[in-house]
């Protein structure tokens, strides 16, 4: 990875720290995205602490905000000519409804739309190199939901943390699909992962106390797996040879595996990605846009 540049979103914790930190660490320049300043520096700097160089590099960006996203989207094309990987990884889980600044629902926000925008603002410097690698850390919690609510995509009818939660990482796996029958050419690979259940404080940051406490129940009984055992499928994504002619798939312990038959729907990936494309005010994906 000596010569490659990655980008990983939500680098400060968890599975996109410890990605973050192995890729750095086989040698590639990381560009850690993270929300807040004073988590990112703690993280950037103990990856740094055993680091074979110093190029591990800090962007902060709430991906709730599009504004923000858009910010570092051309602060990345200002810095840099080329991305070798994209690791689109940030994502929460929120027990309540709440909005963002751009009046969608967060955890679809943050979830997939920032996937979705970061991965538009950033193609064309993915395709400038050899051949670009895309992954979107997804979840098999996306089978909890039967389909994607089009006719209520904020669930404000019943809204039910985790199943917004499972709708948004359906949305991941949709969103690979669709990107990789769209995508104008074959150079760019793109997958989604599935990281197993993984010890991380994902459930403790913003859900009520209840969720927070079924959390740590069920990562403690289900023995959740380590966050650096989470984040193995992730780096061999974007880091191992064989992986970079494998695209359009859904992987869980470093092999191919099936998603929900519903994520094969290639009508509803589309008007996901219809949705996506309003949502976002994206004229057209695969062209340089802020
Ligand atoms: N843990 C599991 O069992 C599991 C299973 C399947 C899939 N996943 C997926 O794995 C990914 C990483 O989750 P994790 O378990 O490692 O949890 P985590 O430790 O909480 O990591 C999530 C990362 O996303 C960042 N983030 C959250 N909201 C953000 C926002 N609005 N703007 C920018 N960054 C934001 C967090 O930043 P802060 O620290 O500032 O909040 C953190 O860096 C997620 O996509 C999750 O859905 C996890």
Request: hydrophobic letters at 40%.
């Amino acid at each position: 990875m000596q010569h490659k540049r990655c980008v990983v979103t939500g680098a400060n914790s968890g599975i996109g720290f410890e990605t973050a930190k192995a890729l750095a660490h086989k040698g590639a320049e990381v560009i850690m995205v993270c929300r807040s300043e004073d988590k990112g520096l703690a993280a950037q700097a103990k990856i740094l602490e055993n680091c074979p160089h110093d190029r591990v590099h800090l962007l902060i960006a709430d991906m709730s905000s599009q504004q923000q996203i858009r910010e570092l989207g051309s602060a990345i094309h200002d810095q840099y000519s080329e991305i070798d990987v994209l690791v689109n990884n940030a994502g929460t889980w929120i027990s309540d409804l709440t909005y963002t600044e751009d009046g969608v629902e967060t955890v679809l926000a943050v979830n997939h739309l920032a996937y979705f925008l970061l991965t538009h603002l950033l193609w064309p410097l993915l395709n400038t190199g050899e051949g670009g690698r895309i992954v979107n850390v997804a979840s098999d919690s996306h089978k909890q939901v039967k389909q994607f609510n089009f006719a209520d995509p904020y669930l404000t009818q019943s809204y039910h943390g985790l199943r917004s939660y499972a709708q948004s990482k359906l949305a991941n796996v949709m969103f690979t699909y669709e990107l990789d029958r769209r995508k104008p050419i074959d150079g760019v690979v793109t997958n989604a992962v599935q990281p197993g259940l993984v010890y991380t404080d994902i459930g403790l940051k913003r859900t009520t106390w209840l969720h927070a406490f079924a959390w740590k129940v069920r990562r403690s009984l289900w023995r959740g797996v380590t966050p650096a055992e989470g984040a193995a499928t992730s780096i061999y994504l974007a880091s191992q040879p064989e992986a970079a002619q494998k695209s359009g798939l859904y992987w869980d312990n470093c092999r191919p595996k099936p998603s929900s038959a519903y994520s094969y729907q290639e009508e509803d990936n589309a008007r996901l990605w219809e949705w996506s494309l309003e949502k976002c005010g994206i004229e057209a994906y695969f062209a340089p846009g802020f």
